[in-house]
């Protein structure tokens, strides 16, 4: 597509259920990450894909957070038994990686999560 | 590892000032630095994509510019607008392309009418 797109844009759940976030790349991006910012934050990083593989998943706060990527294309991000604390925009970027264009990154506009 | 560093975190002006954010990082080898502008509630916009061979780029009364060597760049808003409120970031990518991008905290511009 023209542009990074993430659903759902809100998201209101209760505490304890499980949640997925989608994103789908700009077409032939190979890399694709996930950030988390809270209210008033800075981007807190999450996982990076290179491909379908993901190389640094150093920023998954617990193992309730997952991650897949299927098809070099859409990624989901799934947290189990969401916390009032897991609030956040979630924002996925997307980048052509190598010496190819630039490796500026390109972000969707975010899922906004709220647990309650 | 990269650190980078964006000062002041806020800013405010009247309207019509020209103004220059900064932002710093600690590790010099670079692929690229890149400005974003956030709106509050909204995702980031990116405004300037700076290639680690290249000293500045400009895009309307946008210039960046890029100084590896002393590990700076700097975002300069020529006569703003109160349509220029918003929190800018930067971030630099590692020098393999491979990788995330490291961000700074930004810094909240207020351009009062």
């Known amino acids: 597509g023209a542009g990074v797109s993430q659903s759902p844009s809100n998201k209101v759940t209760e505490k304890g259920k499980d949640v997925e976030l989608r994103c789908d790349p700009i077409s032939g991006h190979t890399a694709l990450y996930w950030y988390r910012q809270r209210l008033g934050q800075g981007l807190e990083f999450l996982i990076y894909f290179q491909g379908n593989s993901a190389p640094d998943k150093s920023g998954l706060p617990s193992d309730r957070f997952s991650a897949e990527r299927t098809g070099e294309s859409v990624s989901t991000l799934t947290i189990q038994r969401t916390q009032q604390e897991d609030s956040a925009v979630y924002l996925c970027?997307?980048?052509?990686?190598?010496?190819?264009?630039?490796?500026?990154?390109?972000f969707g506009s975010g899922t906004r999560l709220t647990v309650v | 590892k990269q650190e980078v560093t964006q000062i002041p975190a806020a800013l405010s002006v009247p309207e019509g000032e020209n103004l220059v954010l900064n932002c710093s990082f600690t590790?010099?080898?670079?692929?690229?630095l890149q400005w974003f502008r956030q709106d509050p509630g909204k995702g980031l916009t990116s405004l300037l994509l700076i290639q680690s061979s290249q000293r500045e780029q400009t895009s309307g009364r946008l210039n960046a510019s890029l100084d590896k060597s002393s590990g700076r760049s700097t975002l300069y808003i020529a006569a703003s607008q109160p349509g220029d409120s918003a929190t800018y970031l930067c971030a630099v990518r590692p020098g393999t392309n491979a990788g995330k991008s490291t961000f700074g905290d930004g810094t909240t511009l207020t351009v009062k009418p």
């Open positions: 970027a997307s980048s052509l990686a190598g010496t190819g264009g630039g490796g500026g990154y390109t």
């Open positions: 590790d010099s080898a670079i692929y690229n």
